[in-house]
Every structure is written in structure tokens, then in C-alpha cells.
DNA sequence: CACACGTGGGA
DNA sequence: TTCCCAAGTGT
């Protein structure tokens, strides 16, 4: 039958009845329309995961922390330790701080049950407008307009809209808000931002699948990919430091727990220098945690958000602990249990090859 | 409003 | 190799 009659949302919910992604935190949208709803606390998880994250990444994630703590009130009685230590890989640690808050707040000053509105979503920790709008409308089908980096490439292509992000962000929400229906806004939300994640792409978006296609704007006057258009991102300084594995008798290394806030907050780290923005190559190791006969155990390159970081790796042992610096020794074969991100673990294995046997590189 | 804040994968 | 990201939030 011919349908291109249907209004905008009717088209893409028709596609999504037939093309919608299987995820773990999902019902099937036919459940969805007999009335079910999914479980909040696994909404709100995953979303939580999602936040700049792929879908690849937070698979794993999600059946990890769902298997350990089933629900909202077994993560808020978790130790803050053991959240952080099981998020550790998936970055943006401050999520794992306010996941472990929102969790508390959840169950002790909303009885364990999660508001069923945007705003009430919206007051909680680690929860902005993307994640409250998020979990009202797939959650608790309210019809808040969602909208997150895939709804924004849709938008701006359907729209053809010319001014640049994050300026045009307002009247992007506007057009979704108008779109979103009152009768399947979870749908119509999960829909939109699977259309952006399989169809309308970044690169080389697969126009001639799209439901939308018939009112694309770009798709009809433009070029798809020239959307959304976005301010020029800046360069990314480098910065230097050293890091330093002792090892002792027992086969334990030195390592420290990060201050709470700031870049890798409450994460556990090994001792390293300060990172600092100077490009001389010079290496201090006088910032080493005790004095020893730190040997050169080459070095490492990590990039984060907005810097390169370069590391020098030193490594000691087996020696006898020194008895004045801080931190806590902890065996090599016990580092799974540490708190450990990614940048750390490749210090580690840079001086101990044998630390991290099951992952590649 | 602009910036801080991780990581691994794809082109 | 280098660049761009992927379901944003907090300050």
C-alpha cells in the first residue's frame, strides 16, 4: 500500500516494527504495544553505559553488572569500590560515581522505584536532559522528545538545517518534539536513534532504505553527509610524564588510589610524575615514590578526550617495600580486581608483559 | 557557553 | 596512520 501519505512518525515506526535493532535491555516493540514495559533499571543502565559509548563496548557491561547486582537496590548497597572497579575499561568514570549516587538516591529516597517523569528522572545524579528524556519515554512511555548525537544527524538531514552544533541544538529538539506521537514515543524514540545508528549514518548513509526519504530535505536539495554541520574541533596537546612499577619479594606492585574528582577520579593508579604540557622530552624521575634503581622499561601513548598522553615507564624489584611512601601493594595476579583504566593497564604491561595475559597487544 | 571528561573500533 | 567518532553530563 501506498503510505506516503503517513505522517513522519507513522513511516519510521513501520520500519521500526520490521528493522528494529535486538539489544539486551530491550522488549521487542510488539511487547511494547501489548502494554509491557521494560525494567527502568536496566534502562536507566544502559543509557548510562551508552552516554558517548557504542553499543559493542556496553554489551558486555550491562550483562556484567546486571548478573552482579540484579537490581536498583543491590547496586545502591554495592561498595562504591567494587562499581568502579567493574566499570573500569568503559571511561567517563564520573558515570560510574553518579551511577552509584543515582542508585542511592533511587533506593533510599525514592523507596527502590524510579520516578516515571522527566523531571523527577532529570534531579537525579548523572541523569541530563538526554538520559531523563531517555528513560521517561522507553521506560515509562511518556512522550518526551529524545534526543541524542543520532536523533541530531536525522534532524539536521531531514531539516537540511544549516546552523551549526551545539547552537542549533534547541531548534533540533523543537523538531523532535513536534514529531514524537503520543501513542508509542518509546518506539518512536529507540526507532530514531536506530535509523541514525543503521541507516542515517555519519558516512554514507543508506538513503534508499530510509523511511524517511521521501521528506529528507538534504536527501531531496543537498548532500545527507554534509549534516549536521558542526563547529571546527581544536588540536590536541601532548603532554609528558613518567610512571613507575615497583615490584616486590612476593610478586605485589605498587599502586594508589586517584583523587575523586578530575580526569580518571577514584580510579587506582601506579605512581607517575605529573603530566605536564612541556615537549622537551625530559624525563624527571624525581618524582619517583621512593628512591631506588629505577631501570627504563620503555613507554606508552594513550589519547584521551583532549590530550595525548606519553608516558615513560620505570620499573624496581623484586625489592623490599620502602616503609615511607603511600599506596598499597597488591599481587600481579590480583589486578583484575583493581580499578585499574585502560592507561594504567598499559603502564603496567609495559614493564610486566605477563599482568594482563588475556587481553591482545 | 566552553571545556573537562575515556575508550576501542572503523574507514 | 590519522581522524572521527558513540545513546552526554557536570561545572
Redesign the pocket.
Known amino acids: 500500500m501506498d503510505n506516503k501519505h503517513l505522517p513522519a512518525a507513522d513511516r519510521l515506526l513501520h520500519w521500526y516494527d520490521r528493522h528494529h535493532?535486538h539489544?539486551p535491555?530491550?522488549i521487542s516493540p510488539a511487547a511494547a504495544r501489548r502494554g509491557a514495559h521494560p525494567d527502568p533499571y536496566h534502562i536507566w543502565m544502559?543509557?548510562?553505559m551508552?552516554?558517548?559509548?557504542?553499543?559493542?563496548?556496553v554489551k558486555a557491561y550491562f550483562a556484567k553488572f546486571t548478573e552482579r547486582w540484579p537490581s536498583v537496590m543491590d547496586l545502591a548497597a554495592a561498595p562504591t569500590e567494587d562499581v568502579m572497579a567493574a566499570w573500569?575499561?568503559?571511561?567517563?568514570?564520573?558515570?560510574a560515581r553518579?551511577l552509584k549516587k543515582?542508585a542511592e538516591a533511587v533506593a533510599f529516597e525514592h523507596g527502590g522505584i524510579f520516578p516515571d517523569t522527566e523531571a523527577g528522572l532529570?534531579a537525579?545524579?548523572?541523569?541530563?536532559?538526554?538520559?531523563?528524556?531517555?528513560v521517561a519515554a522507553?521506560a515509562f512511555n511518556r512522550q518526551a522528545a529524545v534526543m541524542?548525537?543520532?536523533?541530531?544527524?536525522v534532524i539536521s538531514r531531514l531539516y537540511a538545517i544549516d546552523a551549526p552544533l551545539?547552537?542549533s541544538?534547541p531548534l533540533m529538539k523543537a523538531r523532535v518534539a513536534e514529531l514524537t506521537p503520543a501513542d508509542r514515543p518509546g518506539d518512536f524514540a529507540?526507532a530514531m536513534?536506530?535509523l541514525?545508528?543503521t541507516i542515517c549514518?555519519?558516512?554514507?548513509p543508506t538513503c534508499a532504505l530510509c523511511p524517511f526519504n521521501a521528506l529528507c530535505v538534504a536527501l531531496a536539495t543537498d548532500e545527507p553527509e554534509r549534516f549536521p554541520v558542526?563547529?571546527p574541533?581544536?588540536a590536541?596537546p601532548i603532554r609528558l610524564g613518567a610512571a613507575f612499577i615497583a615490584v616486590d619479594r612476593e610478586g605485589r606492585i605498587l599502586l594508589r588510589k586517584r583523587v575523586e574528582?578530575?580526569?580518571?577520579?577514584g580510579?587506582t593508579e601506579v605512581p607517575t610524575t605529573g603530566w605536564t604540557a612541556r615537549a622537551d622530552g625530559v624525563t624527571d624521575i624525581s618524582a619517583a615514590p621512593f628512591a631506588a634503581d629505577w631501570q627504563p622499561a620503555g613507554s606508552i601513548s594513550?589519547?584521551?578526550?583532549?590530550?595525548e598522553l606519553r608516558l615513560s615507564i620505570f620499573r624496581v624489584g623484586p625489592i623490599d617495600p620502602p616503609p615511607d611512601h603511600h599506596g598499597f601493594w597488591v599481587p600481579v595476579t590480583e589486578l583484575d580486581g583493581q580499578a585499574?583504566?585502560?592507561?594504567?593497564?598499559?603502564a603496567i604491561a609495559a614493564a610486566i608483559p605477563t599482568a594482563f595475559p588475556t587481553?591482545n597487544r
Open positions: 535493532r539489544l535491555w530491550r544502559s543509557e548510562v551508552l552516554q558517548q559509548t557504542t553499543v559493542a563496548a573500569a575499561g568503559l571511561g567517563y568514570y564520573a558515570r553518579n543515582c532529570r537525579l545524579p548523572g541523569i541530563g536532559d538526554y538520559t531523563a528524556a531517555a522507553i541524542d548525537g543520532n536523533v541530531e544527524r551545539p547552537g541544538k529507540q536513534m536506530d541514525g545508528a549514518t555519519p558516512k554514507r558542526k563547529a574541533k581544536k590536541k574528582s578530575g580526569l580518571l577520579g580510579m594513550h589519547v584521551f578526550t583532549h590530550f585499574l583504566p585502560t592507561v594504567m593497564k598499559k587481553s
